[in-house]
C-alpha cells in the first residue's frame, strides 16, 4: 500500500510541477489549451494529494506499523479517534495535510472563479502550483510519509499532549486557516502578473480571506483551551514562538480584512493590501519552518527534522519574488484618491492597520530575538512575557478604543462635533462601568480597569450603531440581511471585547494559592473550601496509569472535583489532568492542579480562581457566528457583482 | 504489486486529464487566451468608477441619516461627489457611443426606488433632489443605479 502512496506523491509533485512551468508559460504566451491543461493538472494534483492521504488514513486506522510514521505516532492501544489524528501528529503527516488543504483549495477556487477571473486564473495556477510544487517536493525527497520498514510488534504511540480532543480539531483548523491564505496570496499575485489589478482578484478572495482568518482565529482560541486544559499551568497563552507563529499571520489577516474596504470603496491602499497579503501568507510557511526546524525552543516542538532548511529557502524566494512584483507593477497600484480628512473613518482603518502590523512585527521580533542573539553573540536569549504584554497593552488597548470609535466616523470627513454628540453615548456608558467597577474594587489593577472601560465603550458604540442602524432602516433584520459584512464584523468585534475582558479578568484579577495537603485537611481560596478526600488510581486502561486526588469542594459550590497525573503507555513524561469546575453564574473557573509526591501521602495542590477566563471561550463562539454572518451567500451582492462583472464581449 | 498497477493507473488518468484540452482540440483554430481588450479593461474601469461613485453617494446619505455627519458636512461633500458620480456615468455614456454595448447594459433594470424616509434625527433632509436609495448602506446593498444627477451640482 505505501507503493500507491508514494506514487500518489510522485505523481501530485509531477502534477504541481506542471501546473507551474507549463501553466507559467501558457499564461505568458497566451496559449489557451496549455493553460487549460494546467489548470487541469491542479485538479488532478488535488486527486492524487487526495488519494495519497487516503493511504496513509487508512494505515493508521489499521496500525499498520510498516509505514515507519505510522509506528512513529501511533500504538496499539491508542483510541481510534486519536489514531486518526496522528495523521497531523507528525511532520510527514501534517505536510501532507498542507497539500491537501492547498490543492483542494486552490482546484475549488480556481473553478469558482473561472468566469469573473477569466483573464487572471492562467496566472493563478502556475502561483498555485509553485506552492504545491514546494510541498510536494518536500514530500516525495525530504520527509515522506510512505517509508517502510519491518513491522514493529507496536508502535511507539502519539505524544502525550495530543491525545486529547481538542488537538483532533485544533491542529486541522490551524491549517485550514494557515493554507487558506495562500489563495489570496495566488490571487493577488496573479492579478500583478497578468496587469489586471482591478477590484476582481478581492471580490474573488474576499470569502476565501475571512474563512481563512476565521479558522486561523477559531484553530488559536481552541489551542488555548487545549494549553489551558491540558498543559496544567493555568494559562491559556505563553507567547511560545509557535503560538505567536499562528498569531502573526492571523494579525496581518487582520489587517488586510480592514484596509482592503478602503480599496473597495476609494481605491487606496493598493500597495499596502498586496504587502498585507504577502506578509500573511509568508509569515504563515514562517509558522511552520518555526514548528518544524527546531530554531526555536518551544513546547509545540513535536517533531524537529532538517525541513527547516528548505522552508527558510522558500520563504525567502516567495518573498523575494512577491517584493519584485509589487515593485515591478506599482504603476498599476497607484491610489486614485487621496485621504480627505485625519478625522475619517479611511484615518480610523489607517491607524487600525498601523496598530495591528506594529503588533504584528513586535511580536516577529520576540520570535526572532533568539535566532538574532544566537547568530550575533552565540547565545540565544528571548523575550519573556513583560515584553510581549507591554506590547499588547501599549497596541491592543488603542486598538481596542479605536474599534469603537471607527465606525462611528463618516467617510471621508467627520467634525469634531459631530463625533463628540455620537460618541456621548458610549463615553457616558464606559465612564459609568468605570465608576462602578472602581466601586466594586476591580481598580486594583490599572491595565484591567483600562480594558473594562474601553470593552465598555466599544460595546456601547456597537449599540448605538445598531440602534441608529435600525432606526434608519426599520428593521434590525432587514439591517443585518442588507449589509452581513458591517453587522458580521460588528459581531466579531463583540467577541473581541469579549475576549479582553476574559484576558483582563483572568490575568489581572485572578487569585493563586499553593498549598500542601493531608487526607481530610481543607484549603480556602476566594470563597471556595477545598478538602482533599483521597487519591484513585487509573485502573484498567492500557493507554495511560497514574493517579487522581479527589477534593470535596464547598463554600461557592458544592461537590467533588478531580485532579491527576497520568502516564501514557510508551512515555516517560507526566501529564497533568486539571481540575476545573466552571461557575458559569460568576463566569470564573475554579482550577486546581495536584503534584504528588511519592512516599508521601501529602499532595500539593495549586489552586487558582479565575474571574471571566470563560468569556475568552464564550468570545469564540461569537467569533465564528460573526464570521458566519458576514460569510453567508448574499444573493442580492451575488446578482450585483455578476452583473458589474459580466464579460464585456458577451 | 496490485499497488503498483494502482499507481500506474493514477499516473495514466493525471496525463489523460492533463492533456484533454490537446485531445479535445488537436488542431484549434483559435488557441489564444481569452483576454479581455483593452476598450474592455477601460469599460471595467468605469464601471469601477461608477459603482464606487454612487456608493459613496448612497454612504454619505447613510451617514447622514444616522447623525455621523453634520448638515454642514453634509452638503459640502455632497456636491463633489455628485459631480463624481455624473463624472463616471457621462465617461460611460461616451464609452457606450464609441464602443457599442459593455456591462453596464447588461445590468438588470432598477426596480422602483420607495420613497426615502425622513431622516430620524436630523430633521428635513438638506436637498431634495433625488440621491440615490438611501438604505441599505452601499457596501453590500441593492445594485447601483444610475440617480437623476444634475449637470452642475444639486439645487440646494
Given at each position: 500500500m505505501a507503493d500507491l502512496g508514494r506514487a500518489a506523491l510522485v505523481v501530485s509533485f509531477g502534477l504541481a510541477l506542471y501546473a507551474l512551468v507549463a501553466g507559467g508559460l501558457g499564461a505568458y504566451a497566451g496559449r489557451r489549451r496549455l493553460a487549460t491543461s494546467a489548470r487541469n493538472a491542479l485538479l488532478a494534483c488535488f486527486g492524487s494529494t487526495l488519494v495519497a492521504s487516503a493511504v496513509l488514513a487508512t494505515a493508521l486506522l489499521r496500525h499498520d506499523f510498516s509505514f515507519v510514521y505510522v509506528a512513529s505516532h501511533t500504538?496499539?492501544?491508542?483510541?481510534?479517534?486519536?489514531?486518526?489524528?496522528?495523521?497531523?501528529?507528525?511532520?510527514?503527516g501534517s505536510l501532507l495535510l498542507w497539500l491537501l488543504v492547498l490543492t483542494g483549495y486552490g482546484a475549488l477556487?480556481?473553478?469558482?472563479?473561472?468566469?469573473?477571473?477569466?483573464?487572471?486564473?492562467?496566472?493563478?495556477?502556475?502561483?498555485?502550483?509553485?506552492?504545491?510544487?514546494?510541498?510536494?517536493?518536500?514530500?516525495?525527497?525530504?520527509?515522506?510519509?510512505?517509508?517502510?520498514?519491518?513491522?514493529?510488534?507496536?508502535?511507539?504511540?502519539?505524544?502525550?499532549?495530543?491525545?486529547?480532543?481538542?488537538?483532533?480539531?485544533?491542529?486541522?483548523?490551524?491549517?485550514?486557516g494557515y493554507v487558506g491564505l495562500s489563495i489570496p496570496f495566488a490571487f493577488a499575485a496573479g492579478a500583478l502578473l497578468s496587469g489586471r489589478t482591478d477590484e476582481r482578484w478581492i471580490?474573488?478572495?474576499?470569502?476565501?480571506?475571512?474563512?481563512?482568518?476565521?479558522?486561523?482565529?477559531?484553530?488559536?482560541?481552541?489551542?488555548?483551551?487545549?494549553?489551558?486544559?491540558?498543559?496544567?499551568?493555568?494559562?491559556?497563552?505563553?507567547?511560545?514562538?509557535?503560538?505567536?507563529?499562528?498569531?502573526?499571520?492571523?494579525?496581518?489577516?487582520?489587517?488586510?480584512?480592514?484596509?482592503?474596504?478602503?480599496?473597495?470603496?476609494?481605491?487606496?491602499?493598493?500597495?499596502?493590501?498586496?504587502?498585507?497579503?504577502a506578509l500573511a501568507f509568508e509569515l504563515s510557511v514562517f509558522g511552520t519552518f518555526l514548528t518544524r526546524s527546531g530554531v526555536v525552543n518551544s513546547i509545540h516542538s513535536f517533531a524537529k527534522s532538517s525541513i527547516g532548511g528548505w522552508f527558510l529557502a522558500f520563504v525567502v524566494i516567495s518573498s523575494l519574488f512577491s517584493l519584485a512584483l509589487i515593485l515591478r507593477r506599482l504603476p498599476l497600484l497607484k491610489a486614485r484618491t487621496k485621504l480627505e480628512s485625519a478625522l475619517s473613518r479611511e484615518a480610523a482603518f489607517l491607524y487600525n492597520n498601523l496598530l495591528l502590523v506594529a503588533l504584528c512585527l513586535t511580536v516577529l521580533w520576540g520570535v526572532l530575538f533568539p535566532i538574532v542573539t544566537q547568530l550575533v553573540k552565540g547565545e540565544s536569549?528571548?523575550?519573556?512575557?513583560?515584553?510581549?504584554?507591554?506590547?499588547?497593552?501599549?497596541?491592543?488597548?488603542?486598538?481596542?478604543?479605536?474599534?469603537?470609535?471607527?465606525?462611528?466616523i463618516a467617510w471621508r470627513k467627520t467634525s469634531v462635533r459631530s463625533l463628540v454628540r455620537t460618541l456621548a453615548w458610549p463615553i457616558a456608558a464606559s465612564a459609568v462601568a468605570g465608576a462602578a467597577l472602581v466601586a466594586v474594587g476591580a481598580g486594583s489593577s490599572s491595565p484591567g480597569l483600562i480594558a473594562y472601560t474601553f470593552s465598555a465603550f466599544v460595546l456601547g458604540t456597537i449599540a448605538v450603531e445598531v440602534v441608529k442602524g435600525t432606526r434608519a432602516t426599520?428593521?434590525?433584520?432587514?439591517?443585518?440581511?442588507?449589509?452581513?459584512?458591517?453587522?458580521?464584523?460588528?459581531?466579531?468585534?463583540?467577541?473581541?471585547?469579549?475576549?479582553?475582558?476574559?484576558?483582563?479578568?483572568?490575568?489581572?484579577?485572578?487569585?493563586?494559592?499553593?498549598?500542601?495537603?493531608?487526607?481530610?485537611?481543607?484549603?480556602?481560596?476566594?470563597?471556595?473550601?477545598?478538602?482533599?478526600?483521597?487519591?484513585?488510581?487509573?485502573?484498567?486502561?492500557?493507554?495511560?496509569t497514574g493517579q487522581y486526588a479527589v477534593l470535596r469542594v464547598g463554600g461557592r459550590w458544592h461537590g467533588t472535583l478531580r485532579t491527576g497525573q497520568v502516564t501514557y503507555t510508551g512515555f516517560q513524561e507526566t501529564d497533568e489532568d486539571v481540575g476545573i469546575k466552571t461557575d458559569w453564574l460568576r463566569?470564573?473557573?475554579?482550577?486546581?492542579?495536584?503534584?504528588?509526591?511519592?512516599?508521601?501521602?501529602?499532595?500539593?495542590?495549586?489552586?487558582?480562581?479565575?474571574?471571566?477566563?470563560?468569556?475568552i471561550w464564550v468570545a469564540g463562539f461569537v467569533f465564528v457566528l460573526g464570521s458566519l454572518v458576514a460569510l453567508w451567500p448574499d444573493a442580492r451582492e451575488q446578482r450585483r457583482l455578476a452583473a458589474r462583472f459580466a464579460p464585456a464581449h458577451a | 504489486m496490485t499497488w503498483v498497477i494502482l499507481g500506474a493507473v493514477l499516473a495514466a488518468a493525471a496525463v489523460v486529464l492533463v492533456a484533454l484540452p490537446f485531445l479535445r482540440e488537436p488542431h484549434a483554430d483559435d488557441d489564444r487566451l481569452d483576454a479581455p481588450t483593452a476598450g474592455e479593461a477601460r469599460l471595467r474601469e468605469l464601471v469601477e468608477e461608477r459603482d464606487r461613485a454612487l456608493a459613496a453617494l448612497k454612504e454619505l446619505e447613510f451617514d447622514h441619516r444616522t447623525g455621523k455627519i453634520a448638515d454642514e458636512d453634509y452638503?459640502?461633500?455632497?456636491?463633489?461627489?455628485?459631480?463624481?458620480?455624473?463624472?463616471?456615468?457621462?465617461?460611460?455614456?461616451?464609452?457606450?457611443?464609441?464602443?457599442?454595448?459593455?456591462?453596464?447594459?447588461?445590468?438588470?433594470?432598477?426596480?422602483?426606488?420607495?420613497?426615502?424616509?425622513?431622516?430620524?434625527?436630523?430633521?428635513?433632509?438638506?436637498?431634495?433632489?433625488?440621491?440615490?436609495e438611501p438604505y441599505p448602506p452601499p457596501d453590500e446593498g441593492t445594485p447601483p443605479r444610475e440617480p437623476l444627477v444634475p449637470e452642475q451640482g444639486p439645487q440646494e
Open positions: 500504538n496499539r492501544t491508542l483510541p481510534t479517534a486519536y489514531a486518526l489524528s496522528a495523521f497531523w501528529g507528525g511532520q510527514e477556487a480556481v473553478v469558482a472563479n473561472r468566469r469573473l477571473l477569466r483573464d487572471v486564473i492562467p496566472w493563478v495556477v502556475p502561483v498555485l502550483g509553485g506552492i504545491a510544487t514546494f510541498f510536494s517536493f518536500v514530500l516525495v525527497a525530504v520527509a515522506s510519509p510512505f517509508q517502510t520498514q519491518t513491522a514493529p510488534v507496536d508502535g511507539a504511540g502519539l505524544t502525550p499532549s495530543l491525545q486529547n480532543p481538542y488537538m483532533m480539531a485544533h491542529p486541522p483548523l490551524l491549517y485550514l471580490v474573488a478572495t474576499r470569502r476565501w480571506t475571512l474563512a481563512a482568518w476565521t479558522f486561523l482565529g477559531f484553530g488559536q482560541l481552541l489551542g488555548a483551551h487545549w494549553a489551558y486544559t491540558e498543559v496544567g499551568w493555568g494559562g491559556y497563552y505563553a507567547w511560545d514562538p509557535v503560538e505567536n507563529a499562528a498569531l502573526m499571520p492571523w494579525l496581518a489577516a487582520t489587517a488586510f480584512l480592514h484596509s482592503v474596504m478602503i480599496q473597495e470603496r476609494k481605491g487606496m491602499l493598493k500597495v499596502w493590501n498586496m504587502v498585507l497579503v536569549r528571548t523575550m519573556g512575557r513583560p515584553y510581549y504584554d507591554f506590547f499588547l497593552r501599549a497596541f491592543g488597548l488603542p486598538l481596542l478604543l479605536l474599534m469603537g470609535i471607527g465606525p462611528l426599520g428593521s434590525l433584520a432587514l439591517l443585518i440581511a442588507r449589509n452581513r459584512r458591517r453587522y458580521g464584523g460588528y459581531i466579531v468585534h463583540a467577541a473581541v471585547v469579549l475576549l479582553a475582558i476574559g484576558i483582563a479578568g483572568s490575568s489581572a484579577y485572578s487569585t493563586t494559592r499553593e498549598q500542601k495537603l493531608l487526607p481530610g485537611q481543607t484549603a480556602s481560596v476566594a470563597g471556595y473550601h477545598l478538602t482533599y478526600l483521597r487519591t484513585d488510581e487509573i485502573q484498567n486502561d492500557p493507554n495511560r463566569a470564573q473557573d475554579l482550577y486546581v492542579i495536584a503534584n504528588f509526591q511519592q512516599s508521601s501521602q501529602a499532595v500539593y495542590f495549586k489552586i487558582l480562581v479565575k474571574p471571566l477566563v470563560n468569556l | 452638503r459640502q461633500l455632497l456636491t463633489p461627489l455628485r459631480q463624481a458620480a455624473a463624472g463616471a456615468l457621462r465617461a460611460l455614456d461616451a464609452d457606450r457611443a464609441r464602443y457599442g454595448p459593455g456591462v453596464h447594459d447588461l445590468e438588470p433594470e432598477p426596480a422602483p426606488v420607495p420613497e426615502p424616509a425622513p431622516p430620524p434625527d436630523e430633521g428635513t433632509p438638506p436637498t431634495p433632489a433625488p440621491v440615490p
